[in-house]
């Protein structure tokens, strides 16, 4: 049984896109199914930067900072009181070393080792990963927006809030909500890219790694 962790999630961008139903379908291992909103499938990056990471009960001084990067695709899993909505993510990259040396042992999932540039103000955000062999790198720059602007997936903020707060079951790991907060009425919006192949919260987390026979696991974020 892998340990329970806490710390905090400093930053957190999500960026979605539609994905075909049939594609979906053949990348997502049964007794999961790829959630269908508004006729297309939602895929998806999450980018998160984790602060005060460590095993619960020791001092937040003695915790680990590290960017992270996850591929994700929100799912929908078998319960006993009938199907429930979740992320299964098939790839974890991180720049923290031991977050990467112990990943599904002490921390959650496997993870491969990336570079992040970040640049970052309260305005705007520049990120640029560098994975190894270049198998799933990421540029991404955005800028705050005043308001929300309709999309072909979430016609409403609200709708955006409630379709990732559904979410809340990872494969394969398990992390429990003791805050969450959607920024407001902003969106984040600009341009972004990835080769080859924004909900804000704080967070704590504990983990587990029996997928896919896993139990139904708790809200988390990736």
Request: proline content about 8%.
């Amino acid at each position: 049984m892998l340990p329970t962790l806490e710390g905090i999630i400093a930053r957190r961008v999500l960026v979605n896109f539609r994905v075909d139903p049939d594609v979906a379908r053949r990348l997502v291992p049964a007794p999961l199914e790829p959630v269908v909103e508004r006729g297309a499938c939602v895929a998806g990056i999450c980018l998160i930067r984790l602060e005060r990471l460590r095993p619960k009960g020791l001092p937040a001084a003695v915790g680990l900072a590290s960017e992270n990067m996850a591929h994700r695709i929100a799912i929908r899993y078998p319960t006993p009181d009938g199907p429930s909505d979740g992320v299964f993510i098939w790839r974890r990259d991180t720049d923290q070393a031991l977050v990467s040396l112990l990943g599904g042992r002490l921390f959650p999932g496997v993870h491969g080792k990336a570079a992040f540039d970040v640049a970052e103000s309260d305005a705007s955000l520049a990120m640029a990963v560098s994975t190894e062999r270049g198998a799933a790198d990421v540029a991404l720059r955005v800028r705050a927006a005043g308001q929300w602007r309709p999309t072909p997936l979430f016609p409403t903020f609200d709708a955006v809030c409630e379709f990732f707060r559904r979410g809340d079951c990872g494969f394969s790991c398990s992390l429990h909500t003791t805050g969450w907060k959607a920024c407001g009425s902003r969106r984040w919006s600009g341009r972004w890219s990835r080769s080859p192949s924004t909900t804000c919260a704080r967070r704590s987390t504990r983990t587990r790694r029996d997928f896919p026979r896993a139990a139904p696991c708790s809200t988390g974020p990736c």
